[in-house]
């Protein structure tokens, strides 16, 4: 048995239940992947629950190293939410923690909600982040500084647990069937192409539609690339434009995919461009070469997906990084021009 050094001095049995708690995005979710395979590697006769919202449910359960998915129907960082919504959450996330009756508890965000539904739910090892008070209710933690890729943060909170990288890179694959049936429902999808996502679920990262079409019409040109348009419901509206305003051949696949089968789509795509979001994230751990689009809203230091083969596009100002989800005057995302994309396409694929 293992024997954390803390305060409670529990041991942990050798074939623990561990919960893997992520209630962000899908990028949040994809940058701690490689930790929970870690985790799971270091106890491989234990078994691996991760704790998500509802909608990455089917997607993370598909993973070889997750033995339990357990989803969640909460939004805890959606701007409108209030201290009632809060505190509401709290009992029902104990309530699925109870369930799961697990003996180790993950969560490296430091959110206080979720860092007191582990205490509530009595779960003996409680593993995090010193953030907001959180830190006092757990049993190991780490700082949470906001210097390194997000990707090593979530490393560093598996380490707590004995954990360490695995040295095989990790890499999504999806079933061959998925790839089959997109060719079969999209036959261009036999063609060289590459993926585009211009949309965003935050004002402040999404870069002009108008942009996107004339590096669309660009890298389909100068590479004879077939541009394929994805997305969920959000995207569509950009999508159609992009569409309606491109002298380019174009298959658009907004809001007809889901992540499975974008995953899919990252593997066969010769590049992706888009803007800083969740598909951004799975492209890459998809093997596939991404240029990202940050602005200056985020740290590309923080927030990029992790691999030589991504290139962030920033613009950092004296105002960033500000974190914000809607700004008044995005001059950092106007300041990247068509061409600074492009000179970073031609820096991946040549």
């Keep these: 048995m293992l024997r954390l050094r803390d305060r409670e001095e529990r041991?942990?049995?050798d074939r623990p239940r561990i919960g893997f708690i992520r209630l962000d995005g899908?990028?949040?979710?994809?940058?701690?992947?490689?930790a929970a395979r870690a985790i799971k590697a270091r106890f491989p006769e234990g078994s691996l629950c991760l704790v998500v919202r509802k909608e990455l449910?089917?997607?993370v359960s598909k993973l070889e190293f997750v033995d339990e998915v357990i989803p969640v129907d909460l939004d805890l960082y959606a701007p409108t939410r209030g201290l009632f919504y809060s505190i509401r959450s709290v009992f029902r996330l104990r309530r699925l923690l109870l369930n799961g009756r697990f003996d180790i508890?993950?969560?490296?965000?430091?959110?206080?909600?979720?860092?007191?539904?582990?205490?509530?739910?009595?779960?003996?090892?409680?593993?995090?982040?010193?953030?907001?008070?959180?830190?006092?209710l757990l049993?190991?933690?780490?700082d949470y500084?906001?210097?390194?890729?997000?990707?090593?943060?979530?490393?560093?909170?598996?380490?707590?647990?004995?954990?360490?990288?695995?040295?095989?890179?990790?890499?999504?694959?999806?079933?061959?069937?998925?790839?089959?049936?997109?060719?079969?429902?999209?036959?261009?999808?036999?063609?060289?192409?590459?993926?585009?996502?211009?949309?965003?679920?935050?004002q402040s990262r999404i870069w002009p539609v108008e942009r996107f079409t004339a590096v669309v019409e660009a890298i389909s040109a100068s590479y004879n690339l077939l541009p394929v348009i994805d997305g969920g419901a959000d995207a569509v509206a950009d999508a159609a434009k992009i569409e309606a305003s491109s002298r380019a051949e174009i298959l658009n696949l907004a809001g007809k995919t889901d992540l499975i089968q974008f995953a899919?789509?990252?593997?066969?795509?010769?590049?992706?461009?888009?803007?800083?979001?969740?598909?951004?994230?799975?492209?890459?751990?998809?093997?596939?070469?991404?240029?990202?689009?940050?602005?200056?809203?985020?740290?590309?230091?923080?927030?990029?997906?992790?691999?030589?083969h991504v290139v962030a596009v920033a613009n950092m100002l004296e105002c960033s990084p500000c974190d914000l989800r809607y700004c008044p005057d995005p001059r950092c995302m106007l300041g990247i021009s068509v061409d600074d994309v492009l000179e970073a396409v031609r820096r991946l694929i040549g």
């Design 11 to 13: 041991p942990i049995p």
């Design 26 to 34: 899908v990028g949040d979710v994809v940058d701690a992947l490689e």
């Design 105 to 136: 508890a993950i969560e490296p965000r430091g959110d206080p909600r979720i860092v007191l539904a582990m205490l509530a739910s009595k779960i003996p090892h409680r593993i995090g982040v010193r953030s907001a008070g959180a830190g006092r």
């Design 145 to 202: 500084t906001r210097t390194i890729l997000e990707s090593r943060h979530n490393l560093s909170v598996a380490g707590l647990l004995g954990a360490a990288p695995l040295e095989d890179a990790f890499q999504l694959q999806t079933e061959p069937d998925v790839w089959q049936f997109l060719v079969r429902d999209y036959p261009m999808l036999m063609r060289p192409f590459f993926l585009v996502h211009s949309s965003g679920t935050m």
């Design 139 to 142: 049993t190991a933690a780490t």
């Design 264 to 308: 899919a789509l990252s593997e066969h795509a010769r590049l992706f461009v888009g803007n800083n979001s969740g598909p951004a994230h799975i492209a890459a751990l998809s093997g596939c070469p991404c240029v990202v689009v940050f602005g200056g809203a985020n740290d590309p230091l923080v927030w990029k997906p992790p691999g030589e």
């Design 57 to 59: 449910a089917d997607f």
